[in-house]
């Protein structure tokens, strides 16, 4: 059974910082694109950032380059999103998500379900 699990989220002022994690299992994690999607409230989901696990190759949104920053631990099977610099238009719930394909290739919302592989979210809540 595949299984993301997001951890991390939280309560943090404006210029903070917070670590997400997300552990996978049930499927090869070096065959995968694994990233993040955020949803603010009453907005539509959005792509946040993505790693290739095979070879490292990192991607991020222009409203989250330069603050955020994306890795991956092969030997525990989780990828993490150090995120620096929040600020409150941050605020969102953060999903994780794993695909064959770059998940950066999906920053269309209308491709969204198209993916199978989704954790349940983590809060992120960015005061001012």
């Known amino acids: 059974e595949v299984q993301l699990a997001e951890s991390g989220g939280g309560l943090v002022q404006a210029g903070g910082s917070l670590r997400l994690s997300c552990v996978s299992s049930?499927?090869?994690?070096?065959?995968?694109?694994i990233g993040w999607f955020r949803q603010a409230p009453g907005k539509e989901r959005e792509w946040v950032s993505d790693?290739?696990?095979?070879?490292?190759?990192?991607y991020y949104a222009d409203s989250v380059k330069g603050r955020f920053t994306i890795s991956a631990d092969k030997s525990k099977n989780t990828v993490y999103l150090q995120m620096s610099s929040l600020k409150p238009e941050d605020t969102a719930v953060y999903f994780c998500?794993?695909?064959?394909?770059?998940?950066?290739?999906?920053?269309?919302?209308?491709?969204?379900?198209?993916?199978?592989?989704w954790g349940q979210g983590t809060l992120v809540t960015v005061s001012s």
């Open positions: 049930g499927f090869n994690f070096e065959d995968f694109d």
């Open positions: 998500a794993a695909d064959p394909w770059p998940l950066h290739k999906y920053s269309d919302p209308a491709t969204h379900r198209l993916l199978e592989r």
């Open positions: 790693i290739n696990i095979s070879d490292g190759s990192t």
